[in-house]
């Protein structure tokens, strides 16, 4: 769920690279102005939280996730769960700092696009639906659950191929790895035990003693959502602005010179 959260922020990210339609405020770079852009990115994300339609940027201040299955265990033994949570939103994006890109070169392809940030506190809210056994306990229970994911870092590598459409070129995503790490992840999930406050007490202060150990074994998934959201929106932008016209253009000498 957290890397879904990632994926908004991408997207805010990626509108930031500039198409012709951006803001006046926001600065174009020249390609592979790495300083620039992050500055550029960071500007965009707190002046427009809302997102911008006609360069295909979504909304990051309130982020709605796809229902995902997180605990698919067979239904077998003393000890399993699935888990599924629906009606998911993400808060914290507006908040993102861009602390590094790199690859965002005259030619993109030759490279790996990076894109690093960081966001404060990313929260994360839905409703679950759990059923399972452990030992003699059966689950069958729904409830709200809350994460925040604490000075959450991230890293975003894509590997990209060109297209061309009238005479210019339109970047298309070949693959997008997340690379994900927080301080601490704070989770809550009301009523797991649906007549016994007491267990669901328990279960929530295990959890969060022992978040890494969770973490790692939903990593995989989280980054599989995480990275098939995000892909969607880059998707969208990189379809809507074409790469030229995210930076600057460049001049006949300069090209000599390389
Ligand atoms: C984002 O930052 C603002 C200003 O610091 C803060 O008030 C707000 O709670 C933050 N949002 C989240 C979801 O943490
Ligand atoms: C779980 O609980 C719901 C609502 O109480 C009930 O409709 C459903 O049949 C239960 N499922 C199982 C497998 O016990």
Not at 54 to 70: C, E, H, R, W, Y
Not at 143 to 164: A, C, H, P, T, W
Not at 217 to 236: C, G, H, M, Q
Request: aromatic share 14%; charged share 25%; glycine share 4%.
């Amino acid at each position: 769920m957290l890397n879904i959260i990632i994926t908004l922020l991408l997207l805010q990210i990626i509108g930031s690279l500039q198409g012709q339609m951006l803001p006046k405020e926001i600065k174009k770079c020249h390609f592979g102005e790495s300083q620039c852009i992050v500055h550029s990115m960071n500007l965009l994300i707190k002046k427009f939280p809302r997102g911008i339609p006609a360069l295909g940027m979504k909304p990051i201040d309130v982020v709605d996730i796809k229902n995902s299955k997180f605990w698919n265990d067979e239904k077998v033994g003393a000890f399993w769960l699935d888990f599924d949570l629906f009606n998911q939103v993400n808060y914290g994006f507006e908040n993102t700092t861009i602390t590094k890109v790199s690859g965002f070169d005259e030619n993109p392809t030759s490279s790996l696009i990076e894109i690093h940030g960081r966001i404060p506190s990313l929260i994360h809210k839905g409703s679950y639906y759990s059923q399972g056994r452990v030992w003699i306990v059966e689950l069958n229970s729904t409830g709200e659950s809350f994460s925040d994911f604490q000075n959450f870092r991230f890293v975003l590598k894509l590997k990209v191929i060109m297209e061309y459409r009238n005479n210019k070129r339109y970047l298309k995503i070949y693959e997008l790895n997340p690379f994900v790490n927080m301080d601490r992840w704070v989770f809550w999930l009301d009523n797991f035990f649906e007549s016994n406050t007491d267990m669901t007490i328990a279960i929530n202060q295990v959890f969060n003693l022992h978040w890494v150990e969770f973490w790692n074994e939903l990593e995989p998934t989280n980054l599989k959502i995480f990275a098939s959201v995000f892909r969607d929106i880059f998707e969208d932008i990189f379809k809507k602005v074409s790469y030229d016209d995210m930076f600057l253009p460049v001049s006949k000498d300069s090209e000599v010179n390389d």
